[in-house]
């Protein structure tokens, strides 16, 4: 059975896109047929995947954006599209994205209307507010998904609210810094709150024929972002390190203990819900988004030469604890 992912915080600035990105493919070359979603309307996933020609196309009349899937359901017309994912280039393997589209803004406002309505059992409401799922469902079922990635705006709302409504599970991306800790607590209070709040929407909702997301994705940790002691002034080290000590007990206050009651934390046997780094590759960066292919793949037809080239090469080492958990949470019954 398909496995959806949500890669997620209300902070931005952590490298979530470059790193999931750069997992998508890891998965993909380890055999997994893996179904990217750019639900942020910056659209950043989709510029590192395709260039410009393609990005106007999938944004055009006939094209397959997040958007031009929802854009009935979004004006009120009708239900969803059924458009088809894109194949990444220089994939490996079954790599497969939804582009992202800057008009997808313009749908959370149809979410943020029909919100109240949804709990209700007001139909229209509730195609509204499950037309995302039902989207990634038939997206994934197309393409053969055995694992769906889900790249989220830094907000917490009604955009994301829907899209964590339909994943199976969730990852928090984190800086060892003041906000990203602050916003931790900001995450569990929301997240508990739309669990109760979609609860009373199943409820209502008593059309079987209609698919509708649980709502309840299950929170399976959080990667944080290397420290890069090279580029920060001094001082700043020590800063990193207190941060850095106070993002577990952040975790397990403000996330794990209020998501645990509702049944929503994975349980490791560990009971580490570290998952992994988010390297600094800054420096490779804009070559792998010019090549539109991962630091791994690049080479010196990529411009990478010299030291820069073994480092290119290297990286995917930064990535291995992530991608193991991901390929066993994707055989998971």
């Known amino acids: 059975?398909?496995?959806?992912?949500?890669?997620?915080n209300n902070k931005g600035g952590?490298?979530?896109?470059?790193?999931?990105?750069?997992?998508?493919h890891l998965l993909a070359a380890r055999g997994l047929t893996v179904l990217m979603v750019d639900c942020d309307s910056q659209c950043n996933l989709t510029a590192y995947c395709f260039g410009d020609t393609a990005i106007r196309h999938s944004w055009?009349?006939?094209?397959?954006?997040i958007y031009r899937a929802l854009e009935r359901v979004a004006r009120g017309i009708g239900d969803i599209r059924q458009r088809q994912p894109s194949p990444v280039p220089h994939a490996k393997g079954k790599l497969y994205l939804v582009p992202g589209?800057?008009?997808?803004?313009?749908?959370?406002?149809?979410?943020?209307?029909?919100w109240s309505a949804a709990r209700g059992g007001n139909e229209p409401a509730v195609r509204a507010q499950s037309a995302i799922h039902r989207y990634i469902r038939w997206a994934s079922e197309k393409v053969g998904a055995d694992l769906v990635l889900l790249d989220l705006g830094p907000n917490l709302g009604a955009l994301n609210r829907a899209v964590l409504a339909s994943a199976d599970y969730f990852i928090?991306?984190?800086?060892?810094?003041?906000?990203?800790?602050?916003g931790t607590e900001n995450l569990g209070n929301k997240l508990v709150a739309w669990r109760n709040e979609w609860d009373q929407t199943n409820a209502a909702w008593q059309d079987p024929t209609l698919s509708i997301p649980k709502g309840k994705p299950t929170y399976l940790g959080y990667v944080v972002q290397q420290h890069n002691i090279r580029t920060n002034a001094a001082g700043m080290t020590e800063g990193w390190q207190i941060y850095g000590n106070e993002l577990e007990?952040?975790?397990?206050?403000?996330?794990?203990?209020?998501?645990?009651?509702?049944?929503?934390?994975?349980?490791?046997?560990?009971?580490?819900?570290?998952?992994?780094?988010?390297?600094?590759?800054?420096?490779?960066?804009?070559?792998?988004?010019?090549?539109?292919?991962?630091?791994?793949?690049?080479?010196?037809?990529?411009?990478v030469r010299g030291a820069h080239l073994k480092k290119a090469h290297d990286s995917a080492d930064h990535f291995e604890d992530i991608v193991d958990t991901l390929n066993s949470v994707s055989s998971w019954p």
Request: glycine share 8%; with cysteine.
């Open 1 to 8: 059975m398909t496995k959806s992912i949500a890669i997620f």
């Open 14 to 24: 952590v490298g979530k896109t470059t790193y999931m990105y750069h997992v998508g």
């Open 60 to 65: 055009g009349p006939d094209g397959n954006s």
């Open 101 to 114: 589209d800057l008009r997808l803004s313009d749908f959370e406002d149809t979410l943020g209307d029909t």
């Open 172 to 182: 928090t991306p984190l800086a060892p810094d003041l906000f990203s800790i602050k």
């Open 249 to 303: 007990p952040a975790i397990q206050e403000n996330i794990i203990n209020k998501l645990t009651p509702l049944n929503q934390v994975q349980f490791w046997t560990d009971d580490d819900y570290k998952l992994g780094m988010i390297p600094n590759l800054h420096s490779l960066v804009p070559y792998s988004m010019d090549a539109k292919k991962p630091i791994f793949y690049c080479n010196s037809g990529d411009g």
